[in-house]
């Protein structure tokens, strides 16, 4: 049920433990491999989990803060340890390893500066008794984790469930163990109690069995469409609250009056962030009819910029793709848009070398019945659809299953914010810019995107039993 894992675990049986191996999408060599958990000890350990939530629960906000002030401290003095690891185990750019760090500092430390105002008992006027509704902790949180935002992801979650007086276990994407258990002893080096945030390495057929574990009272996933609906199923059929944040395919408005050269620059920084590989990342860019062939210039000039290499180098903006499989996928929407009549401006050849790697692509004259219009294509394929106004970049872009995020691209501010606030059906768009995740502002989607919301005091109150309380005098 994890998301888009391309390198299965190795078979095991209930009382066996599984084994999970790593590749280095660079070179394609084998890496470290790790001895996983049964399902026994995995469902031991959410028990653990919850004896420690009991206890968790009756601390201060001052207490947890304490704690989730020294796990950000921790991050960031073993910054270059974990950016290492993400490259050696999904190919990030070590710079963007780094940076991913420090984000998942500055998260941990914004939840411990603000959970106890976002969740502040609130006063209700019944005129007459006292009245005021309450966020408790709900117990354990299971989080499903995808492997492409190894470290930010596992924190967004964690910060603000831990910070909300929850616990919680983690079953990350199998392709990351060496991230998933450093993440577990990141929380045990900064004092959490014992049990209270664990990692889980088992195989994805585990996840139904731990969603319906009595012990786990809530399940949170990043992941694919498909794993969505899995963990939906399972959650629904045990009457327990999730939040789902999935996959898409988010669309940019390069309108008439756009700054070209900016707009391909910002359209490209889109669609390339983190080799492609994210679920809001740009990967539509609808262009009106009348600046069509000037953005197409520029933006091929603006994704050029983005040429293949180390990525352990300071230098490199492109790397290569978390798996050969994930690659060789990518290359077959790419093909087949082109057989259906999409043109080819850049890229779209596989290099011949070893390691997951694909160069910056651009196709244009992108319809429908293409996988580049029809599908979610994860990694740095650009594809540009012409509309013949306003009206119609709007229709194409929510014509989409998904509705994670979106952009506009204008000089105006005033039309960009008309569209980006009430036009488009996504959960996030941002005006001259591209999308991007902060734990100052909600975060998620809705349609296939999934639904629910991370970050901001949305985020931390998901996991949360609002409560009405009164109290007659």
């Known amino acids: 049920m994890d998301e888009n894992t391309r390198r299965p675990e190795s078979g095991a049986s209930q009382d066996q433990r599984p084994r999970f191996g790593t590749v280095d999408p660079a070179t394609g060599q084998d890496g470290r491999v790790y001895e996983g958990h049964s399902l026994d000890e995995a469902l031991a350990m959410t028990r653990e989990a919850r004896h420690a939530f009991e206890a968790w629960r009756q601390t201060s906000f001052a207490h947890r803060a304490g704690l989730m002030r020294k796990a950000a401290t921790v991050l960031r003095r073993r910054q270059a340890e ?28 914004h939840f411990a500066e603000n959970a106890e105002r976002y969740l502040a008992a609130e006063p209700v006027d019944l005129g007459g008794p006292r009245a005021f509704v309450t966020y408790n902790p709900l117990g354990v949180v299971l989080a499903v984790m995808p492997w492409n935002f190894p470290f930010w992801q596992v924190f967004r979650f964690a910060a603000p469930a831990l910070m909300a007086g929850n616990a919680a276990v983690l079953k990350h994407a199998s392709n990351v163990p060496g991230c998933a258990l450093a993440i577990e002893s990141v929380f045990r080096e900064a004092g959490f109690p014992a049990g209270l945030f664990r990692t889980l390495l088992v195989p994805s057929r585990d996840v139904r069995a731990l969603i319906e574990a009595p012990s786990i009272a809530a399940v949170t996933l990043t992941g694919s469409v498909g794993a969505g609906r899995e963990v939906a199923s399972a959650a629904g059929g045990a009457l327990k609250k999730s939040v789902l944040e999935l996959g898409g395919s988010d669309a940019y408005l390069v309108l ?51 040429p293949m290499g ?11 793709l978390q798996s050969v499989k994930a690659r060789d996928a990518i290359h077959v929407q790419v093909q087949k848009s082109i057989d259906r009549g999409a043109r ?8 011949d070398r070893p390691g997951a790697w694909y160069p910056a692509t651009v196709l244009t004259d992108v319809r429908p019945g293409m996988p580049a219009y029809d599908e979610e294509v994860f990694g740095p394929v650009a594809a540009i659809i012409e509309a013949a106004d306003e009206a119609q970049a709007i229709r194409i872009a929510n014509a989409s299953p998904f509705g994670l995020g979106s952009g506009v691209l204008t000089r105006d501010l005033d039309r960009g914010e008309r569209i980006a606030a009430g036009a488009l059906e996504s959960g996030m768009s941002f005006v001259n810019a591209n999308v991007r995740s902060d734990p100052r502002m909600p975060f998620g989607g809705v349609k296939e995107s999934g639904y629910g919301r991370e970050c901001s005091y949305f985020g931390i109150r998901e996991f949360t039993n609002i409560k009405s309380v009164v109290v007659e005098r």
């Open 256 to 306: 008439e009056d756009a700054d070209i050269d900016r707009a391909a620059r910002v359209c490209a920084a889109a669609r390339m962030v983190n080799g492609g590989q994210s679920c809001i990342a740009g990967k539509r860019f609808i262009v009106l009819k009348e600046v069509r062939a000037a953005f197409e210039r520029a933006f091929v000039e603006a994704m050029r910029a983005y």
């Open 82 to 109: 974990f950016a290492d690891i993400m490259t050696a185990e999904m190919g990030k750019l070590r710079k963007e390893g780094l940076a991913e760090i420090e984000k998942c500092a500055f998260n941990c430390d």
């Open 310 to 320: 180390d990525p352990r180098d300071e230098a490199t903006k492109l790397g290569p």
């Open 344 to 351: 080819l401006l850049l890229g779209g050849e596989v290099p």
